[in-house]
């Protein structure tokens, strides 16, 4: 497994983040098992949460870590309630950041975070109290980078320009919900990560298993939630099929090899519940879909990008703001190009 930097920091993390979100709800074995073979694969990057089976997550990678936890890129997560009697126990404010990072460092083993998340807005604490807490934790030593989970993209791009203006810590990494039936972060989320050079790690990188085709042979019942395919899901799930049988793939193999060769810094976040499973999707490695296959998948699972960005994009609004040489000027765009053009 290859590294890539994690953000505008010189952090090197795996291409492939380990979820351990299941980690701590059944067998510490197959958990050890999960992690040695991520780790066997040149993986690091380690991802959890402290409302995680209730903590258990974190405690049982504390104990799975000791002894090579330096080896290892380890973030946590704070912000969701952990008590539903407290209103303190949950939120952005600092008096949640604060007792959550003391106790997920006390589960886990070990004197810091090397990424700590912010896991959700909670719209009830302004921004520049969020990122000056941060900042502090930063400073401590307790917290090493930053990165933020299910914002709005404009809030994010505020806290970040908050944090650059008065010389505290940004977030450095986004953390959001991307896969070939979840592509509306294109709209905003991606343009935005791309513009403060930010890693974007992809959570649900198989749409909750329904890009695995499982469901279509009848393993698990109905759909994730219940939810029946719609028209574009269908496409885009029989498109995944087929190019896997073609090619020799699995469906995982071939939906997370096209979210690793999206524009940007894609960080798919894998999670496995058997040793098996996780073989299977760090296959995904090894598979190099052709230029057909790649233009099929976009097709087929082509969201609109809405106002304003497809009114820009219209040949008669893009003579009104360019004029006619707007053709020259598209040819000799290149850096600005490649990181912030939406595909």
């Known amino acids: ?25 059944g067998d510490e074995g197959v958990d050890r098992r999960i992690l040695d073979a991520y780790a066997d694969a040149g993986g690091n ?14 405690t049982v990678l504390g104990k799975l870590l000791e002894g090579r936890r330096d080896r290892f890129v380890l973030a946590s997560k704070y912000t969701c309630a ?10 952005n404010h600092r008096k949640n950041l ?39 934790l930063v400073r401590s030593g307790k917290v090493l980078y930053l990165g933020v989970s299910d914002w709005a993209a404009w809030e994010i791009a505020q806290a970040n ?16 919900r991307y896969n070939l039936l979840e592509r509306t972060p294109e709209r905003e989320l991606l343009p935005q990560a791309r513009a403060f050079d930010q890693a974007v790690m992809a959570w649900a990188p198989l749409a909750a298993g329904k890009l695995t085709g499982k469901y279509r042979r009848g393993e698990s019942g109905r759909l994730a939630g219940g939810v029946e395919e719609d028209e574009r899901e269908a496409r885009t799930i029989t498109a995944v099929l087929e190019i896997a049988e073609e090619g020799g793939w699995s469906p995982a193999q071939v939906a997370l090899a096209w979210l690793r060769g999206r524009p940007g810094n894609i960080v798919p976040l894998i999670g496995a519940s058997r040793p098996a499973q996780l073989a299977d999707n760090l296959a995904c490695l090894d598979v190099d879909l052709d230029a057909a296959a790649v233009a099929r998948l976009d097709e087929v699972s082509a969201v609109p990008l809405g106002f304003p ?33 939406t595909p």
Do not use: K
């Not at 991802?47 to 089976?53: E, R």
């Open 98 to 136: 604060v007792r959550s990072v003391e106790a997920g460092l006390g589960r886990l083993r070990t004197d810091r975070l090397d990424v700590l998340w912010v896991h959700a807005r909670d719209e009830f604490t302004p921004v520049d109290e969020v990122m000056r807490a941060l900042d502090d």
């Open 82 to 91: 952990t008590d539903p009697d407290d209103p303190n126990s949950g939120g």
């Open 161 to 176: 320009t908050v944090a650059e203006l008065r010389g505290w810590t940004s977030f450095a990494g986004s953390q959001l």
């Open 1 to 25: 497994m290859r590294c890539t930097l994690f953000g505008r920091t010189g952090l090197r993390v795996s291409e492939l983040a380990l979820g351990a979100m299941t980690m701590g709800s």
């Open 45 to 58: 990057f380690v991802d959890t949460a402290d409302i995680y089976g209730g903590g258990a997550s974190e």
């Open 309 to 341: 960005h497809d009114f820009l994009r219209d040949p008669g609004v893009r003579r009104n703001v360019h004029g006619h040489r707007g053709a020259d000027i598209d040819e000799r765009r290149t850096w600005r190009a490649s990181r912030a053009d």
